[in-house]
């Protein structure tokens, strides 16, 4: 049967048998492999409850994963055997690695969770889970058996951070072991299931120069930003969802100095300074009776109190804005953070109206120059039409003209063009413009450096 199918002449037949063979044969396999599925599925279905009625979740969270995958496939053993099933070995060996998936980890998606090149995540219910590989979405073979099983692992990351999510409060945002960033919601909000969304987090820790390898960013734009963050300017990553701004500040955070005393606020911990000294912070959701809450702001506000040389904020996005400004006018030079905005101008105007929420009855002018003062360098990242991420601008805040802020470009990336394969390609190109952090660099003893990146870069 299989050989005939293969063959695209019949031999010893009529065209009429001749011509149904190969769609039958198809036909018969797949019914048959459905029917093995269905069989594998329900076999687990039962042997997981029985699971679950044998052993004690508890006493299973106090053992190492290793001593707990051993428990977990001698009881399934033995209830296979008690329940006569008939499994192959290597049916057995599945069915024991996707229960121990489903009481260790994350079920289906423990596969998914192991591959580096997958970037994102994307649960739609439990009959369609989603991935973003090089920076486009494809649909993947992988299901839940149903949205309880989906419902059981979105609470069981949200819980290993202390935080809940049911009906009474749908949407949470968690992360996962390895700094992965997770967002779920649930009905009645999400109408067609739990919806769970994974950003994932690489193993491969990302610098400026596997940065400049993929083209992000030109040798001579990578060194610019080294020395504004080792000089301790105010950076603000800006770019729009997906677009690398976490990544990007984890590798300019990679330049401050060690004897400098660092204080992370987050919403979910997903930076990984190397630093000796840093104090990380988190936010908190309200509790049930809907006390608890610790906002950003309370965060930011916090932190003031505690000596940081540099405050980092994961992401700027409310009322902290005015808090942040603050900081950086203040002492805490070097401070970075990032915002969601299209362009460098985008950015300012966001922080603006962030200052506003917190209702401060604060002239715009006044804003302004605060924000004038306290920002020395926006980095604006973006995400391009072909997955490829890139720094589109490395742009100055050098005052106020009137009631403007004024803004040069250091750098900025000039689109030439696509390849056969759709890629896009273009060159980071220097503005030839004096940076105006020139007098901190050479304060630090690095203006030499910045000369010469400069200048390399405009005759290379």
Partial sequence: MFGRRQSPTPTVQTASAAKPAAPVSAKVISVKAAENDQR??????????????????????????QTVREEISDIVAEIISMRGLVLSAAEQQVVVTDICNDVLGL?????????????????????????????????????????A???????RIVSAVG????????ICDARLADGSRVNVIVPPLALDGPTLTIRKFKRDKLTLDKLIGFGTISVAGAKVLEIAAACRCNILVSGGTGSGKTTLLNCLTRYIDEGERIVTCEDAAELQLQQPHVVRLETRPPNLEGAGQVTMRDLVKNCLRMRPERIIVGEVRGPEAFDLLQAMNTGHDGSMGTIHANTPRDALARVENMVAMGGYNLPAKAVREQIAAAVNVIVQASRLRDGSRRITHITEVIGMEGDVITLQDLFVFDMDGEDAQGRILGTHRPTGIRPAFWDKARYFGR?????????EDRHG
Avoid: W
């Avoid at 687990?44 to 979740?57: G, Q, R, Y």
């Fill in 149 to 155: 099983q989906l419902m059981n692992i979105c609470q």
């Fill in 107 to 147: 079920g289906p998606l423990e596969p998914l969770i192991a591959r580096d090149d997958i970037a994102d995540i994307m649960v739609n219910g439990a009959g369609k889970v989603y991935i973003e590989v090089a920076g486009h979405i494809q649909l993947t073979d992988i299901k839940f058996r149903d949205n």
């Fill in 447 to 455: 203006d030499r450096e910045l000369a010469e990146a400069l200048r």
């Fill in 40 to 65: 594998l599925s329900d076999i687990k279905v039962a042997i997981f409850n029985d699971l679950i009625d044998s052993v004690d979740p508890a006493e299973l969270s106090r053992l190492d994963p």
């Fill in 163 to 170: 935080r809940r999510v049911d009906e009474s409060s749908p």
